[in-house]
């Protein structure tokens, strides 16, 4: 499976981040391998000073498609969970201003944390909203419908370009409200109000 990431997906996001707004969805990848086993801890990289959360609404791709259009891009999945992309910002901000890839900032291992996964019906899928709480106390509170490309719109641009396949995962980029984490902190990630995941820092 592979992971499909968007960038610059939320308006105030980019402004938070002094980013341009982009005219198309940034899209990168992160390998299967960033996936942080359920109940693990999350390690900050020896190589990082600066590791940013980053809360998403995440989508299970659940069969093969490629060039497909928006209007029946509901067929290509059936849940909708959260996560987290991991960020080495000071290591994405310096290749950034070299116009390097971004992946060693953004696809290190346990870099995506991927929650629960409910049946897409029970959302309002034109507003999902979702929450990241740092010790508690709430860092970003988004809502889809302030997302600049809609699900479906996003699933038919990235199929363009990748073949999805069963069981690939979609992040939706996140709203504003990014910061770093340092260990022993403690991340929870909710959806409609609910827990999705919980995650501690080391
Ligand atoms: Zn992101």
Redesign the pocket.
Known sequence: MKII?I?RNYAKHIEELANERPTEPVVFLKPDSAILPKKMPFFIPPFSDEIHY?V?VLVKINKVGKYIDSKFAHKYYDEIGLGI?F?DRDLQSKLKAKGLPWEKAKGFDGSAIVGEFYPKEQFDLENIKFQLFKNEELMQDGESKSMLWKIDELIAYVSQYFTLKKGDLI?T??PAGVGAVKPEDVLVGTLEGKENFRVKIK
Do not use: M
Request: glycine share 22%; net charge negative.
């Open positions: 990431c960038g980053e998403e992309d960020t992040f980029g996140t």
